[in-house]
């Protein structure tokens, strides 16, 4: 089996009648990229997500240190004194976890406050909180697509909104990439063969680090009766004059139907959330399952989040530190002559058509000591596999030299470059 030329979505449609069939070609398939040092999924770190991380080193069989390039802690949240502080002091007050789903008995008086912050950066009237990202979309997305309707989502969305999509009652729809000739064209094709339409987009492109153009989006959907979702997990603490998300970047705070996101992300922590209209919010509260059904956030969780928000509020110079590590990262791989893609935010994609000297170069930044996630197709479209770069703002100026350093001198190997 040459592995260069293998991908992981050969292995999940191999046919039988034996459900675990599927599973044993696959480990197999992942021991031979192991024993080639191909692998670079779920690699265990042994220290916080910082700028440089410890991880046991299952190539080695040591403990090593690593640049961290693959982690979404944009602000350095998940290790800041006044985050860490708040977490353990709700701890201390309300316990381990919240002890039943949110509508029973697992509703604090933290998580009101919570769910009231995040309303008022995103410009909502009022905010519900999830237990992931993940189930916020997916839960926000098949409550309100009923049958007869039609979620119009960017070919690029998230997956969790797509899945959201399935599981709803209604259609799915899809216009190309941030391109709004295509969005009016889908959305004029489905207004008479629908009744309530739900345009869904990302803030920033998880793949691509790029923006979605939300004053047109707003302007042709509701010019067409349409709703506009956005989902805000990159935007959140990044983009926006204080790092309150897209709707600030545009200064179109208030007009977003729904806003979406992650808590994950620089907020350091887990859990999502959806802000909208009193009405959307209390409706989501009894048709989402996945809040439904689910325990509430552990209240260290919570209080952390808070804390993040009040940082955010506060400490700006972590978001200028942070665009500072974007605009050198950018100009220096330009320079050097990376293809960039359309990236302008916090996530920095390295384009690397071929898949096979995709995996060569990612055996290599990985032995050099710099944690990057090679992404290859169907996670991305065929010919467009890439090196996924996040930045942080606590990356020091020799992170950000060493880092550059081994994708040149590597680049310039493989003929990236």
């Known amino acids: 089996m040459d592995l260069t030329d293998q991908n992981l979505s050969h292995f999940m449609e191999l046919p039988d009648r034996d ?185 920033v492109f998880s793949m691509d680090g790029d923006i979605t153009p939300l004053p047109d989006v707003l302007r042709i959907a509701h010019a067409h009766g349409a709703r506009v979702m956005i989902d805000e997990a990159h935007a959140t603490g990044v983009i926006g004059e204080h790092g309150f998300g897209t709707p600030e970047h545009f200064h179109v705070e208030g007009q977003v139907d729904i806003v979406a996101g992650t808590l994950s992300k620089a907020l350091g922590g887990v859990g999502g959330f959806v802000a909208s209209s009193k009405e959307v919010v209390n409706y989501l509260r009894f048709y989402a399952r996945s809040y439904m059904f689910s325990t509430a956030l552990p209240p260290a969780v919570t209080g952390s989040l808070i804390a993040a928000i009040d940082v955010i509020e506060t400490e700006p110079e972590l978001r200028e530190k942070l665009w500072y590590n974007i605009r050198y990262m950018m100009d220096n791989l330009r320079r050097m002559g990376f293809d960039l893609g359309r990236a302008e935010t916090a996530i920095i994609p390295i384009i690397v058509p071929d898949e096979r000297i995709l995996k060569l170069m990612s055996r290599e930044i990985h032995q050099a000591g710099i944690f990057l996630n090679p992404v290859y197709y169907p996670a991305v479209p065929k010919k467009l596999s890439r090196l996924r770069l996040s930045l942080m703002a606590t990356h020091t100026q020799e992170d950000l030299d060493d880092t550059l350093a081994v994708l040149e001198r590597v680049g310039k190997k493989y003929g990236i470059i």
């Open 19 to 203: 459900i675990f069939a599927k599973t044993r070609p696959f480990m197999d398939f992942m021991n031979a990229l192991k024993k080639e040092e191909y692998f670079h999924w779920h690699r265990i770190l042994t220290s916080p997500s910082e700028h440089r991380v410890k991880i046991h080193d299952i190539y080695t069989g040591e403990i090593r240190e690593m640049v961290m390039m693959a982690s979404n802690n944009y602000l350095g949240l998940t290790t800041h004194p006044r985050v860490v502080e708040a977490g353990l002091k709700a701890q201390e007050r309300y316990g381990a976890g919240a002890g039943s789903v949110p509508l029973l008995g697992g509703s604090l008086d933290l998580h009101r406050e919570l769910e009231q912050r995040l309303a008022k950066i995103k410009g909502c009237e009022d905010a519900i909180i999830f237990t992931s990202g993940y189930s916020s979309n997916v839960g926000c997305v098949s409550a309100l697509v009923r049958h007869g309707d039609v979620a119009i989502n960017d070919r690029l969305n998230h997956a969790s909104i797509l899945d959201g999509c399935k599981l709803s009652g209604g259609m799915l729809r899809a216009f190309k990439h941030n391109n709004m000739e295509s969005l009016e064209r889908v959305l004029t094709e489905c207004d008479n063969e629908f009744n309530g339409k739900l345009v869904i987009v990302d803030g």
